[in-house]
């Protein structure tokens, strides 16, 4: 089309030089001649064009010509070569006459075909495989895969101590990147995955574990399912586990999967983990969909944790001991993974505009089942908290709607939540809660768009929910007023309000020193309930009270979260009570009051060491590297340890740790330059990872480090070295 319309506003623009002059009959001629050649010309290319689009047009929708009911995937996975193959076999069904079909295949290097047992004709540009043959409606076909490829992204071979681990991520990367599947989500398929892997390992996929053939040195195992589910929801996993079995309330088996290493840490890593599956069962009040469910932790995961069809696989920050479950702990990504067993899995969006009906239910259900393990207030106040990250959001001008597919994870997600809470107020909760059972029982196994589940909410609540969807679905802005409404029928938040809006509570010091008004703004309800009618009467007098006895309140309370702020803070004149900050059964206030003591009071530098000195933290090691980089920074503390400290310090960047504790070690040696060339090579190493997000601060540090000339020529030298190499 755009070259008609360029030769047609050439020859007759008024300053063409044919418009304007007198030709004659041949020059007419001429001229129409080069018309009729020129449209002819670009006739054929829009006739390819056409062609293409009508050709695209079918390999997307390819569901409405095909349906694919099967893949039975015979697999071996070696872990030197990096690679993953073997033989696929397909049936499937044609729904419409149709002279090809497809595959996505990402860069696999050896590929044979059968069609029910013979050769056939294809072709593979790197990305899909057309499978050509004149098929015809309601025949139903075999397809033998028969493959090998070295996966550039969504099956990762991770080191793990003396051991290898192997693990899947399809969402967002594809599992055609190691296995011949459909990339379109709209087409789902029942996989039964048979992997072979080096004995002594414990290898995990989608479904039940139903045979395992054990030989010299592998053993193959067989799993299989029952029910369909999008390829992007295939997975396997495979390392060196013990586990613990439960059964659900219902009778599914669980199984939870742990480093042998670890036993101390399965209890407080899947606490609650039953009482959350009984609870979501009944609340969705959908028998769970699947016949079992296994959770299972990978060193360097891309995320916190992924929902394969009966099989989610989390990063292995998640597995805490019982000090860390206070401050960092599994609950939450373990009811929002659970969750998606439902909404996402057995009934699956049909676009990315739809996406909320995976992560907003999601979300939504796994705070109703935090609700049930925490309390009312832990669940409003997580609204709340959502609350102010998408008020936040809305002020940096990067509010969307909730069907916009390019939303932001804080709107699919937190705004989906949110919108699922207010429509179940809005309806009723028995309305809703036999909306969203008849709306998966009538798509289970299916894809969805959101006017389906609103459809269902409409028939069982008698309302017309056009309001509803135009405030939170289709508009950008948040209904403040009502978000805020809902907020404070709960009576801690109310009470929040009320104190955040009180004058008296404003930034002010006193005879003790700063007192910020985020530590008095966060102190629990019940802690605080008895304090505000004295403080009201005190307003009537001409002075304000001081704080001495709340900050002492604060200190001789349990309250893990104010006694973090005080941490944060160290108010004066409480230096004792400031120091025993150092003994809480909390990582993260123990690493923030090392730091402030350690900045605060120089003399007692040592003191602090010496009580922290046997402290690593969270997974990350965020005490230890902390105290690492302090003992470096303090001549008079065991100096002539300095070189064992900068040696660990510089162990913890290798590839033998999770990248979390490689970031926190590679930034204490930043800040205290100290960078040697093991460090560097480790450093070089880490901008290839896998992990984007630590790749990008791998690059961007050696860049910063590149144009220092301390180490210019150092990088230089090492980067053409490993060239060579």
Not at 694 to 717: C, G, P, T, W
């Amino acid at each position: 089309m755009y070259r008609e319309v360029f030769v047609y506003s050439r020859y007759n623009s008024p300053k063409s030089n044919h418009w304007n002059s007198q030709n004659s009959y041949l020059d007419n001629k001429k001229l129409y001649f080069g018309l009729i050649i020129v449209l002819l010309f670009n006739m054929k290319y829009i006739l390819i064009i056409l062609i293409t689009l009508i050709s695209f047009s079918a390999e997307a929708q390819q569901t409405e010509y095909v349906d694919f009911i099967n893949a039975k995937a015979d697999l071996k996975v070696n872990f030197l070569d990096k690679g993953i193959g073997g033989d696929v076999f397909y049936s499937f069904k044609i729904l419409k006459d149709i002279d090809s079909i497809f595959l996505d295949a990402n860069n696999f290097s050896q590929i044979e075909f059968k069609l029910d047992g013979g050769p056939i004709l294809h072709d593979y540009d790197g990305k899909r495989i057309k499978i050509k043959y004149q098929f015809k409606n309601g025949d139903s076909h075999s397809l033998i895969m028969s493959y090998f490829v070295q996966p550039k992204k969504a099956l990762y071979f991770v080191e793990k101590d003396d051991s290898n681990q192997i693990w899947t991520q399809g969402q967002g990367k594809y599992t055609s990147n190691w296995l011949p599947s459909i990339d379109d989500t709209n087409d789902k398929i029942e996989f039964d995955l048979s992997i072979t892997y080096l004995n002594d390992y414990e290898v995990l996929a989608n479904g039940k574990l139903i045979n395992k053939e054990i030989g010299e040195k592998t053993t193959k195992w067989h799993y299989n399912m029952r029910n369909p589910m999008p390829s992007y929801l295939v997975a396997l996993a495979i390392g060196k586990y013990s586990k613990k079995e439960l059964t659900s309330k219902s009778g599914i088996p669980i199984e939870l999967y742990y480093y042998p290493e670890d036993s101390a840490k399965e209890e407080p890593t899947y606490r609650y983990t039953k009482q959350m599956f009984d609870f979501l069962e009944t609340e969705i009040g959908v028998p769970y969909p699947w016949q079992n469910y296994k959770q299972v932790p990978v060193k360097d995961f891309l995320y916190s944790g992924m929902e394969n069809t009966s099989l989610t696989i989390f990063s292995e920050d998640f597995m805490i001991d019982e000090t860390s479950f206070i401050d960092k702990n599994y609950v939450n990504v373990n009811a929002h993974e659970l969750a998606h067993q439902w909404f996402g899995d057995f009934v699956t969006a049909k676009s990315g505009k739809h996406h909320w009906l995976q992560e907003g239910f999601a979300t939504y259900y796994a705070l109703l089942a935090e609700r049930d393990v925490f309390g009312d207030d832990y669940y409003y106040n997580t609204l709340y908290g959502y609350a102010k990250e998408l008020i936040n959001q809305e002020v940096e001008g990067n509010a969307t709607s909730l069907l916009d597919p390019k939303s932001s994870s804080v709107t699919f997600y937190k705004k989906g939540a949110w919108a699922l809470h207010i429509l179940k107020e809005k309806v009723g909760v028995q309305a809703f809660k036999k909306a969203v059972k008849n709306y998966l029982n009538k798509y289970a196994f299916a894809n969805v768009e959101t006017e389906d589940f609103i459809l269902e909410v409409e028939k069982t609540s008698g309302q017309s929910l056009n309001n509803f969807k135009q405030e939170w679905l289709l508009s950008k802005d948040l209904p403040l007023a009502k978000m805020r409404a809902t907020l404070k029928k709960n009576e801690s938040i109310a009470f929040l309000e009320t104190i955040q809006s009180a004058e008296y509570l404003s930034f002010r010091t006193d005879d003790n020193g700063y007192v910020p008004s985020s530590l008095i703004t966060t102190l629990p309800k019940g802690y605080y309930t008895e304090r505000l009618a004295v403080l009201n009467e005190a307003l009537k007098k001409p002075d304000y009270p001081t704080y001495k006895d709340l900050i002492d309140e604060a200190f001789a309370s349990n309250e893990i979260k104010v006694r973090q702020l005080l941490a944060q803070h160290i108010p004066d004149g409480f230096k004792s009570e400031n120091e025993s900050l150092l003994k809480d059964a909390s990582y993260k206030t123990i690493e923030v009051a090392l730091y402030n003591l350690w900045s605060k009071f120089p003399n007692d530098r040592n003191k602090y060491l010496e009580a922290t000195q046997y402290v690593i933290g969270f997974n990350d090691k965020n005490v230890r590297c902390l105290w690492l980089a302090l003992a470096l920074l303090t001549p008079e503390y065991n100096s002539a340890f300095n070189k064992n400290y900068i040696n660990e310090l510089r162990d913890y960047t290798s590839s033998k740790y999770g990248f979390q504790t490689r970031q926190n070690a590679f930034s204490y040696i930043k800040n205290l330059q100290i960078f040697e060339t093991e460090t560097l090579l480790n450093l070089i190493e880490a901008t290839s990872h896998h992990n984007w997000r630590f790749k990008s601060f791998a690059r961007d540090l050696l860049k910063s480090l590149s144009e220092d000339e301390k180490y210019k020529q150092i990088i230089a030298n090492l980067q053409e070295e490993l060239k060579k190499e």
